[in-house]
């Protein structure tokens, strides 16, 4: 079983940074793939960025430019370093980790993008 915590969430203005954490612990299970999922109400839950073991990060094609992904897997630790940030990117950013064949998921922390 994996446990993941978020964090780094919080109101920011058009243009502003915040950068998400989230740290996986329990049992000492390999993690092949960390990433980032969003849902704005009313939306269905999207891809936001992944970072799989051995592979290149992947990001959505609306964010390619302004978020970046890291990994520290010393610590388990994926992160989500959200630059320019827009209205748009409003939403409830979600922590997921693959463990094949399971996947997991964080409570999720709010992102608001507001004057």
């Known amino acids: 079983q994996v446990q993941l915590v978020e964090s780094g969430g919080g109101l920011v203005q058009p243009g502003g940074s915040l950068r998400l954490s989230c740290a996986a612990s329990?049992?000492?299970?390999?993690?092949?793939?960390m990433g980032w999922y969003r849902q704005a109400p009313g939306k269905e839950r999207e891809l936001v960025a992944v970072?799989?073991?051995?592979?290149?990060?992947k990001y959505a094609e609306s964010v390619k430019g302004r978020f970046i992904i890291s990994r520290d897997n010393d610590k388990n630790t994926v992160y989500l370093q959200m630059n320019n940030l827009k209205p748009e990117d409003t939403a409830v950013y979600y922590c997921?980790?693959?463990?094949?064949?399971?996947?997991?998921w964080g409570q999720g922390t709010q992102v608001t993008v507001s004057l």
């Open positions: 970072i799989i073991s051995g592979f290149s990060p």
């Open positions: 329990g049992s000492s299970i390999s993690i092949n793939a």
């Open positions: 997921n980790a693959v463990a094949v064949p399971k996947g997991y």
